[in-house]
Nanobody, 126 residues
């Protein structure tokens, strides 16, 4: 089993930055794929970024690839999402997700992740 909890959300002005963190506990492995997804009111849960358990490969949605960065620290028990140049359309609940060795081709799909954090709210004002 695995437990995830996000932190770092908040209210920021357009153009500002936030760093989200996801702490993993329980059964963890370098073979886990970690992902970030976001869900705005009335919208589907959308892919933001993913990283392999080893951290050797990252995947970032086209809509944020020039502004967001995904990475790991704390011996890979924590995954972060660095968000720069935030826009009002980035406003959403951001979720951390994980599963064991998700194939790269499916790392953008939320239904391939078994473990989810409760989410953290990010609000970007204009």
């Amino acid at each position: 089993q695995m437990q995830l909890v996000e932190s770092g959300g908040g209210l920021v002005q357009a153009g500002g930055s936030l760093r989200l963190s996801c702490a993993a506990s329980g059964r963890t492995s370098i073979l886990y794929t970690m992902g970030w997804f976001r869900q705005a009111p009335g919208k589907e849960r959308d892919f933001v970024a993913a990283i392999t358990g080893s951290g050797s490969r990252t995947f970032v949605a086209d809509s944020v690839k020039d502004r967001f960065t995904i990475g790991t620290d704390n011996a890979k028990n924590t995954v972060y999402l660095q968000m720069n140049s935030l826009k009002p359309e980035d406003t959403a609940v951001y979720y951390c997700a994980a599963d064991w060795k998700i194939d790269d081709a499916y790392s953008r799909e939320p239904h391939y992740y078994s473990y989810w954090g409760p989410g953290t709210q990010v609000t970007v004002s204009s």
